[in-house]
C-alpha cells in the first residue's frame, strides 16, 4: 500500500496542473457571493464621497432586452469602459434616459444605485465560475 | 508549466461543479457587494423574489433565461425610441472546426430575442462563415463569444449547450443550416 506521502507526491507531481486552475477559480468565489453579471462602478463614485454603484444585471433582463442598453443608450459591453457621469444622467444619457422619476427612480435617489461597499473596484462578479483569464 | 487544453477543462468543470451546489440566491445584505449600513437597500428587489418565479437553471443566476422569455414569465422591453428596428432572425449555424468535441450549433433566434444585429455584427464577429478566428483561448480571454458568455450569459461550464451537435451523427455540412434567402 502506497503511503500518504508518496500518493501526496504523485498529486504533486500529476494532479496539480489539474487542480490548480479548479482551486483557484473556487477561492475567487468566496468572500463576495454576487449574482451572476451584477456590476460594479467605481471609476469615479468614491472619488466624490458616495458608495460605488452596483449595476444589476438579473434586475434589468427582467424588464428590458439587452439592446436596448446596448444598442439604443449606447453602453459598450465592457465594465468601465462607459464615460458614465452624473451630469450626462440627468441630461437623459445612459441609466439617465430610464432614471429619471418616469420609468425607474430619479437621480435624486442616490442610496438605490450608489449602494455598493466602499473600496469596491469597478468590473463584473458572480460570474467568475471559469476562473478564466477574462477581461471581463 | 505547459497545462494540456483538457485538464484545464476539466479544472473549470470541477469549480463549475463546486459553486453550482451553491444553490439559491444570497440576500442584498450578505452578497458581498452592497453596503448593509446603507439604509436605502431596504427598497431594492431581493435577486431570490424575482428570480425564484423564474424557469430554474443550475448555473449564472440560475434562471433559463430563453425560456423565461419564450413562455413569457418575462416580456421585456423591446426598444424604448418607437423607430427602433426589431429583427428576430431564425437562422442556425454548425461549426465543425471543434477538435474532439461535439459541433457547435449556434441559433440565431434566441440571440436575436435579447440582442441587435449590431451588437455582434461586425464588431465581435464578420457575417462569413469560417471567416472568424474563434477559439475556447479568446473564448476564455473574454473576446468573441466570450464578451458574454461567462459574464452575462450562461458560463463556459457548460459545454454541451454549444458543443450540441454529436460529430458521429452529423451528416450535413458545416455552416448556415436550411434555406436561406
Same mark, same amino acid.
Given at each position: ?8 507526491? /504523485?498529486?504533486?507531481? /500529476? ?8 482551486? #483557484?477559480? =473556487? ?60 451630469? $450626462? ?27 455598493? $461597499? ?14 478564466? &483569464?477574462?477581461?471581463? | ?24 440566491? $444570497? ?11 446603507? &439604509? ?10 424575482? *428570480? ?25 422591453? +423591446?426598444?424604448?425610441? !418607437?423607430?427602433? #428596428?426589431?429583427?428576430?432572425?431564425? #437562422?442556425?449555424?454548425? #461549426? ?5 468535441? !461535439?459541433?457547435?450549433?449556434? &441559433?440565431?433566434?434566441?440571440? +436575436?430575442?435579447? *440582442?441587435?444585429?449590431?451588437?455582434? /455584427? ?10 472568424? !478566428?474563434?477559439?475556447?483561448? =479568446? ?31 452529423? =451528416? ?6 436550411? $434555406?436561406?434567402?
Amino acid at each position: 500500500m502506497r503511503s500518504l506521502i508518496e500518493i501526496l507526491k /504523485h498529486i504533486g507531481r /500529476h494532479r496539480l496542473p489539474i487542480l490548480l486552475p479548479g482551486l #483557484m477559480a =473556487t477561492g475567487l468565489s468566496t468572500g463576495v457571493s454576487a449574482e451572476y453579471a451584477d456590476v460594479v462602478l467605481n471609476r469615479l463614485s468614491e472619488q466624490n464621497d458616495v458608495r460605488p454603484v452596483i449595476f444589476p444585471h438579473w434586475f434589468h433582463r427582467i424588464r428590458f432586452r439587452c439592446k436596448v442598453c446596448h444598442d439604443e443608450l449606447g453602453f459598450e459591453m465592457r465594465a468601465g469602459a462607459n464615460d458614465i457621469t452624473m451630469g $450626462k444622467i440627468i441630461d437623459g444619457k445612459y441609466c439617465g434616459l430610464c432614471h429619471n422619476n418616469e420609468i425607474a427612480w430619479g437621480v435624486d435617489n442616490c442610496n438605490l444605485c450608489h449602494s455598493g $461597499k466602499p473600496g469596491l473596484k469597478t468590473g463584473i462578479r458572480g460570474s467568475n465560475q471559469t476562473g478564466g &483569464p477574462g477581461r471581463w | 508549466m505547459k497545462i494540456k487544453p483538457r485538464y484545464l477543462v476539466c479544472a473549470l468543470i470541477v469549480s463549475g461543479a463546486i459553486q453550482a451546489q451553491v444553490a439559491g440566491w $444570497k440576500s442584498l445584505g450578505e452578497d458581498g457587494l452592497h453596503d448593509p449600513e446603507n &439604509p436605502a437597500i431596504e427598497l431594492l428587489q431581493q435577486p431570490g423574489e424575482a *428570480l425564484s418565479q423564474l424557469p430554474p437553471d443550475t448555473v449564472g443566476n440560475k434562471v433559463l433565461w430563453n425560456i423565461a422569455i419564450r413562455e413569457q414569465y418575462i416580456q421585456p422591453r +423591446t426598444n424604448i425610441y !418607437p423607430e427602433t #428596428m426589431i429583427e428576430v432572425i431564425d #437562422m442556425d449555424i454548425i #461549426m465543425d472546426k471543434t477538435g474532439e468535441m !461535439p459541433l457547435v450549433l449556434f &441559433p440565431h433566434r434566441p440571440h +436575436t430575442e435579447w *440582442l441587435d444585429c449590431s451588437n455582434c /455584427h461586425d464588431k465581435i464577429f464578420i457575417k462569413k462563415v469560417d471567416a472568424n !478566428p474563434i477559439s475556447m483561448f =479568446t473564448i476564455l480571454s473574454g473576446e468573441h463569444c466570450g464578451q458574454c458568455h461567462g459574464a452575462v450569459a450562461f458560463p463556459l461550464t457548460e459545454c454541451n449547450r454549444c458543443h450540441s451537435v454529436p460529430r458521429s451523427t452529423f =451528416t450535413g455540412e458545416s455552416g448556415v443550416q436550411g $434555406k436561406q434567402d
